[in-house]
Every structure is written in structure tokens, then in C-alpha cells.
């Protein structure tokens, strides 16, 4: 049968309406970046400052949490579907997931969007870290849980899939792009666990007025512990195609198979024990919990250095298998026109520098040079804003016509695209890194202070800031390019074939290598343990200090929005 | 299962590196002395912080020869002392840093250094440098406080031993 | 181990009209010229790129650490 639409046509249908979702956060959350990298460099301020907090809200929860990861979902019902070779149990439970999913990113968005009108009473402008005692309207946090269980529900879903695969298929090895997701999954249960009691039993009840007041360590330290696993959230659909597209793409196959599971595995395990390397400069956390999470976090390196080995390994068999020779010519033989291959690549070597950036993060005692700087936005757009999304960006080239059965619009234009975003974040992360270096802080509308200026080591405050209005215009266009590249191969006349779809066998299988990596149940246990060993005593000394509830009232947002615009008026 | 040697010589080489990593960052903390912000600071209540011997009138307290404690208060959208005062201290001092929040999370950041913390209501963020000669450094909150959260900002003067008019903080 | 050593490729078309009917993107296995298996193939070139990688972070590392961190004018001692 000719393409995963003609396989499974209810499941297609699924994955194409996650994607647009996904798309539409993307478009609106792009536009909201492009006025931020204008507001914050002073080069256009359209709106008032106290506006570009809802903006920079927007922008943060549409792209890291709302574009991210309905792609995902997606994906992985593709994955799931295609690698099981059986469509899922009960379309209909998988059509409540995205219904719920939808509905809570929905409500999400609403009550940030609503800050830009005064008159409606709602606001949200508290970031995507959403840190008490600063408070939202209850609508936020009622969203977000919303749109966690449905992500729960997705993974039901998907391991559903799995068990009656596994029914009729007893002794196989679970297929690659499944076992993938099944860890992601097992991965996020364990994290979200911390969001989800933070909202439900803190936030919530607070926001709406039950209880008085928060301890805003604890919600702090529980939003860390699914703010950090949450990353690899991201990363892992962009990992599942690096190991399972990117080879063929590139001509060739997979490495090996048994080192791209224990490198989920690995993700598995220590994703969630080092949340609190976000926290190494908050107070009431000691010393020696910190260096516990940052061991964990410098060991959570070797999966992702693994993975560069793998995937660049898996990208030179394709090149030496289309005619590549020497050491480093064989880079010339790689598919370079094809806007899904570069795509990848080029994500791949910005997640390599980026990865240099998280070493700086991770690293306990250095965070004093760099904590709440730019550098972190810098490193986390090369990270989740260029592995993650330009990954996906240019998945989408090769996965939408699956979805669709129509052929791309055109190639040359996916092709400046990608390139465009590339060059963009090069100019837009590495003027950020630099200007993070300067002490220029993150989350600001306005980088300029009326009682001290910033110096740098080389160039000057206005270079960086040139560098990124320009990298932040370019990544603008980038998007727009893309949507309309998606858009208008909806318009295509649908075909046989319009992609190849082959994904050809790794070069070193999963058979002969050892089936505790297939065992699901004792990876979650030991992650479990790892999460209690790092976690038990830090949140029972925040408990202790300050107990479940705290002292802090609510500081709702929208009545400080009042307040400023009193002040400025006075 | 196959592996091969490239891959298990990269394998050595990747866990060299994440130990080189915990090893330099081990020397940091050990060698060159640099503590962490941990929870010697204790607890206040950030709704009391009037009645707090201390916060009640922060600012600069003489601990000991050449030594002082500077007790701040983050509030939107201000640094008590520092926006309307200056943080003063002499030259050549050690200041040990006491920052709380009397309302939301805030960041507090002598611009330039790695005077760093976080603010936050409740906890008492303990830190101690040691400054040299004279300069004025410019302070910062760093994490998002509020609507005008970008107007927050203050100054930390260092000033001539000679020129040092004593503590402002306390009676 | 080529299976041919020329290989015309006419550039495929740009233009949607000139397209041939399931036009692909990244259609690799077009221009594979040979199948390299496991035991054929030494990712020699992965090791160069990775090491040159390891070199750069090591460097970077400890100029960050040693010149741009410890070298600052106030640092935290307790």
C-alpha cells in the first residue's frame, strides 16, 4: 500500500490535526518572538512594556510546551502505528486525548491572550515557569492540567498499542520507534508528577481562593522537577527521527540499534534526578543537594554524546554508500538539497554547540556567572528552538506527505528555510550567549538601566543587539516560509507515492543484543529510586521550613498591571 | 550485539570528559573556595519582615574588622538599599550578603560579577564576597517580578577606605 | 564494491509542473551506489569530526571556567 494515509487513514487523521495545532502555535509564537527581539534591542516597540510580559508568556508556553508537543503527539501516533504495523485500538480514544489536549492548551492560551485586553479581567502574563506567589487566573493552571492528562491519556493510548502488539507477537523485540516512545513516555509519567501536584493541590486551590497562601520553594522546586525532564520531552521526538530518518535520509542506515536504546534508556533514568540544577542559586536547598544534581546532570551528557557518535556515524555510511571517500570529503556526498536531510543536520550541529552552552549551565558553581543571564535563552533556542524545532520543521517535509498523500509544494523553498533558520539563530544565540556574558538578564522588556551600562570583552552592547533583531527577523521569515510551504502542499493533487517512506534496517539489530534493555518495568523501577534518592530530603526540608502551604499570599498579575500603569500615569 | 571499537573508544572519551567536568567544578568549590547559596540563610516571614531585628532596617551592618553584613529587601520594584540608596561599602572589605523578597521571586545581580542569587519570599539567601578597590557596580532583578520588572535596578558603591562614613544599616 | 562508478542524475525539476509524478524529497536511496554492511564500514571520518568536537569542548570549558568565571572582580568565597 502506497503511504501511512492509505494504511491508516483514522490515524492520519489524528497526526495531520495534532500538526496543525502544532503549526498554528508555531506561526503565532513566532510572531510573538520577532516583537520581542525588537521591543528588548529598542529598535521597534509597538507595544507598551508591561504588554511584552503577556507576549514573552505566549511565546514561551505556544512554542516550548504548545508547538513541541502536539509534533510529538503526533509523531509518536505516527511512530506507534507505523513501526507496530497496526492501527491503534480505539480511534476514539485517541481522538479524547487530542479533544482534551486541545481544549487545555485552548484555555491556556485564552487566559495569556486575555492580558492584552485590561477590560476582561484575566490575565496570565507569569511565564511559562509560572513561579508563586505570583499568581495567574485559575483558567491557566485549569488549562495546563487539562493538557497534561490528555498527554497522559496519548500514552495510555500508545502503550494500549503496545500490549496488543504484544499479545500477538509474544517473543519479538519491541520494534525501535516504539520502544523510543514507551521510555519517552514512562519518562514523562514520572515528571509530570511534580507539575501536576503543584497546579492541583497548590496553584489551583490558591488561584481560585481556597487556601490563602503557597510556599513558593516548594512549587518552585516542584516545577523544576518536571521543568528539567520536560527538556527531554522536547528532545525526544527530535532524537526518534535523528536515529530513525536521519540514516536513511542520508542514504544509509542506522549504526546501531541497541545503543539507540540504551540511550533512552539512559534518558529514562536520569531525566527527572536533576531538576534542581535550575535551583542552584535559590536559597533553602543546600549545598551538597545541588552537587547530587549535578553529577546526575553531567552523566545525562553521556546519552547525548553517545547520540552525536551514532547519528554522524549513520550519516557517513549514508555518504560512503552514495560514493563518499576520505576522512571528511565524504560531507560533500551527503543529500545537501534535500531540505529534510539539511534540516536535520544542521540541527544536529547547532544541538553540538549547544550543548557546549548546557555544560556551562550544568556546571554548579560557574551558574553564578551566567544564572537568569541571556546566555539562557541563548542556549535553550539552540537546543529546544533549533535541535528540537528546526528538526521538526524539517521532519515535517518528509512526514506531511505520509499524512497527506500529496507531494511537497516546493523543495528549494524547504530548502532556504531551514538554511534561513540556521543562519538566524547563529546571529540571534551567539549575540545572546555574549550579551549573558555582559550580565544582561533574561525575561526583560527593556535591557536598559538608567544607573549603569553594561561592558563587553569584545564588540559592543549595540552589535549584539543588532545581531539579534537581525537572527530574530530571519528566524521570522523562516517560519513563514515554512507555513507557507506546508500550506500550500495541502493544495497538491494526491499521488501514489509522495515520499519515499522506506526506513531500511539497521546496520547492527536489536537481536543478539541484550533483552534487559527491553525490560520496561525494571528501567521504571530504578528510576523511580534515583528520583526518590534526589528528591526525598530537599523537599522535606523545604516542607519543614516553610510547610506545605507556606506564608506567601497571591500577587495576582493583572492588579500589579493596574498598579504600573497608575504609577506611570502619576 | 555489535560495537564497535570507535564507538566504545568515544564511549571512554565521553566519560573522561563528564568527569574532567564534576572535577574542575570539585576544584572550584574546594580549591578556589567558591560556596555555594544553600540554606545557612534560614527562614523569615516575608509578611513580618518589619519586625525582622534586621530587614526591619536593612542595609549595611559592621560584622567585624573589615567586615560587614548588608541585609536587602526585593520588593516590586525596588532593592531596599540600593534603588533610592546605594549599597555602601568600603574597599578591601569581606560583605556578606543577606537578600529576601518581600513579596514575589526576584533575582538580585551585582552586574558584572558573580554576586548572583535568587530572591525568595520566606528564604534568606546567605552569600559573602570579598570586594577590592573602588567602583560602582550596577544591580539588577533577574528574574521576572512583575510588570516592571524591567525598571528594577540599583547601585552598589565601593568606596576609598579613608572616604567610608561607617554603616548606614542599624542604630 | 561499486556497483557502477558513473551515474547520469538529471537535475530534477524545480518547477511543480516539472516535476515527474512522485517527485520525492530525500529520496537517498536514488543515488546509492553501493550497500555498505556493518562489517564494511569504519565510521573513521565520525571519529575525526567527534574528537575535533572533544578537543573544542575541553578548550572552551576551561576558558570559561578558569578566565571567565574565576577570573571575575567579585566572586562569592562563602
Not at chain 1, 88 to 98: G, S
Not at chain 1, 314 to 328: D, I, K, L, P, V
Not at chain 1, 516 to 524: E, I, M, P, S
Request: negative net charge.
Amino acid at each position: 500500500m502506497a503511504t501511512f494515509v492509505d494504511r491508516y487513514p483514522e490515524e492520519a487523521a489524528v497526526v495531520r490535526a495534532t500538526f496543525v495545532v502544532a503549526f498554528v502555535s508555531l506561526g503565532i509564537g513566532a510572531f510573538f518572538g520577532l516583537i520581542q527581539a525588537l521591543h528588548r534591542t529598542g529598535y521597534v516597540r509597538i507595544l507598551d512594556s508591561v504588554d511584552y510580559y503577556t507576549i514573552l508568556t505566549g511565546h514561551g508556553v505556544l512554542l516550548a510546551l504548545v508547538f513541541t508537543i502536539f509534533f510529538l503527539l503526533g509523531l509518536f501516533t505516527w511512530a506507534v502505528a507505523r513501526s507496530l504495523e497496526r492501527p491503534l485500538p480505539d480511534i476514539r480514544l485517541t481522538w479524547a486525548w487530542f479533544g482534551l489536549t486541545t481544549t487545555g492548551a485552548t484555555l491556556v492560551a485564552v487566559a495569556i491572550l486575555a492580558g492584552l485586553i485590561p477590560s476582561l479581567g484575566v490575565s496570565a502574563d507569569v511565564l511559562y515557569t509560572f513561579y508563586a506567589p505570583l499568581q495567574a487566573h485559575p483558567l491557566f493552571y485549569a488549562g495546563l492540567t487539562m493538557f497534561i492528562v490528555g498527554t497522559w491519556m496519548a500514552g495510555a493510548d500508545w502503550f494500549l498499542a503496545y500490549r496488543a502488539w504484544r499479545a500477538d507477537n509474544p517473543d519479538d523485540r519491541i520494534p525501535l520507534q516504539t520502544f523510543m516512545v514507551l521510555t519517552t513516555m514512562l519518562m514523562w509519567y514520572l515528571s509530570t508528577i511534580g507539575v501536576a501536584v503543584s497546579a492541583v493541590f497548590f496553584l489551583l486551590p490558591w488561584s481560585f481562593g481556597i487556601v490563602e497562601t503557597v510556599n513558593p520553594l516548594l512549587t518552585r522546586t516542584l516545577f523544576w522537577f518536571f521543568g528539567h525532564p520536560v527538556v527531554y520531552f522536547w528532545l525526544m521526538p527530535a532524537y526518534l527521527l535523528w536515529y530513525t530518518v536521519l540514516p536513511k535520509l542520508a542514504g544509509g542506515r542506522l549504526f546501531s540499534d541497541p545503543l539507540a536504546r540504551v540511550v533512552f534508556v539512559l534518558f529514562l533514568l536520569l531525566s527527572t534526578p536533576v531538576g534542581i540544577h535550575h535551583q542552584y542559586l535559590d536559597p533553602g536547598i543546600s549545598e551538597g543537594f545541588k552537587f547530587i544534581a549535578m553529577t546526575n546532570t553531567m552523566f545525562l551528557l553521556l546519552p547525548s554524546l553517545l547520540t552525536a557518535f551514532t547519528v554522524v556515524a549513520s550519516m557517513e555510511h549514508g555518504a560512503r554508500q552514495r560514493g563518499g571517500e576520505g576522512y571528511f570529503k565524504w560531507l560533500g556526498a551527503l543529500p545537501w538539497r534535500d531540505p529534510a536531510f539539511t534540516g536535520m543536520a544542521l540541527a544536529g550541529l547547532m544541538f553540538a554547540a549547544g550543548g557546549f552552552s548546557g555544560m556551562i549551565n550544568a556546571g554548579m558553581n560557574i551558574n553564578y556567572l551566567i544564572h537568569n543571564t541571556l546566555w539562557v535563552p541563548g542556549h535553550f533556542h539552540m537546543t529546544v528552538g533549533t535541535a528540537v524545532a528546526l528538526t521538526m520543521m524539517a521532519g515535517s517535509y518528509w512526514l506531511v506527505p505520509q499524512l497527506t498523500g500529496k507531494r511537497l509544494y516546493s523543495r528549494p523553498i524547504g530548502l532556504l528555510q531551514v538554511v534561513l533558520w540556521f543562519v538566524g539563530m547563529v546571529f540571534m544565540s551567539n549575540a545572546m550567549h555574549r550579551a549573558g556574558l555582559a550580565g544582561v538578564p533574561r525575561r526583560t522588556a527593556e535591557p536598559q538601566y538608567q544607573s549603569f551600562d553594561f561592558s563587553t570583552a569584545l564588540g559592543s552592547v549595540g552589535e549584539l543587539q543588532a545581531q539579534i533583531a537581525f537572527g530574530g527577523f530571519l528566524l521570522f521569515v523562516s517560519v513563514v516560509l515554512f507555513l507557507f510551504n506546508i500550506l500550500l502542499s495541502s493544495f497538491e493533487t494526491p499521488m501514489e507515492s509522495p515520499v519515499d517512506d522506506s526506513l531500511p534496517a539497521p546496520l547492527s539489530g536489536a537481536e543478539g543484543s541484550p533483552l534487559v534493555l527491553d525490560d520496561l518495568r525494571l528501567w521504571t523501577g530504578i528510576a523511580i529510586v534515583l528520583v526518590i534518592l534526589a528528591y526525598t530530603l530537599p523537599l522535606g526540608s523545604i516542607v519543614t521550613d516553610a510547610g506545605l502551604f507556606g506564608d506567601s499570599p497571591g500577587f495576582p498579575v493583572l492588579i500589579d498591571a493596574v498598579a504600573m500603569l497608575k504609577e506611570v500615569v502619576a | 550485539m555489535e560495537i564497535h571499537a570507535y564507538e566504545k573508544f568515544w564511549l571512554a572519551a565521553a566519560l573522561l570528559l563528564i568527569v574532567g567536568l564534576i572535577a574542575t567544578v570539585s576544584y572550584g568549590a574546594v580549591g578556589a573556595g567558591i560556596e555555594m547559596i544553600g540554606d545557612e540563610g534560614g527562614t523569615v516571614d516575608p509578611e513580618a519582615l518589619d519586625d525582622h531585628p534586621k530587614f526591619g532596617d536593612p542595609g549595611v551592618y559592621e560584622s567585624g574588622e573589615d567586615e560587614y553584613d548588608v541585609y536587602v529587601v526585593a520588593e516590586q520594584f525596588a532593592f531596599r538599599p540600593g534603588t533610592s540608596d546605594p549599597i555602601e561599602v568600603p574597599a578591601n572589605s569581606t560583605v556578606t550578603f543577606h537578600v529576601t523578597s518581600a513579596d514575589v521571586i526576584h533575582g538580585f545581580e551585582v552586574v558584572g560579577t558573580n554576586a548572583n542569587t535568587m530572591a525568595i519570599p520566606g528564604q534568606v539567601a546567605t552569600f559573602t564576597v570579598e570586594v577590592d578597590g573602588p567602583r560602582d557596580y550596577g544591580i539588577l532583578c533577574n528574574e521576572y517580578c512583575g510588570s516592571a520588572h524591567h525598571a528594577m535596578e540599583g547601585t552598589m558603591e565601593v568606596v576609598p577606605e579613608d572616604e567610608y562614613d561607617g554603616p548606614e544599616g542599624g542604630d | 564494491m561499486s556497483i557502477e562508478t558513473t551515474r547520469e542524475h538529471p537535475e530534477r525539476g524545480d518547477d511543480p509542473d516539472d516535476r515527474p509524478p512522485g517527485y520525492v524529497v530525500g529520496s537517498g536511496p536514488d543515488d546509492v551506489e553501493r550497500e555498505l554492511s556493518h562489517d564494511e564500514f569504519d565510521p573513521i571520518g565520525t571519529l575525526g569530526i567527534i574528537l575535533v568536537y572533544f578537543v573544542i569542548l575541553a578548550v572552551m570549558w576551561a576558558f570559561m571556567y578558569f578566565v571567565e568565571f574565576l577570573g571575575r572582580g567579585i566572586t562569592v568565597v562563602g
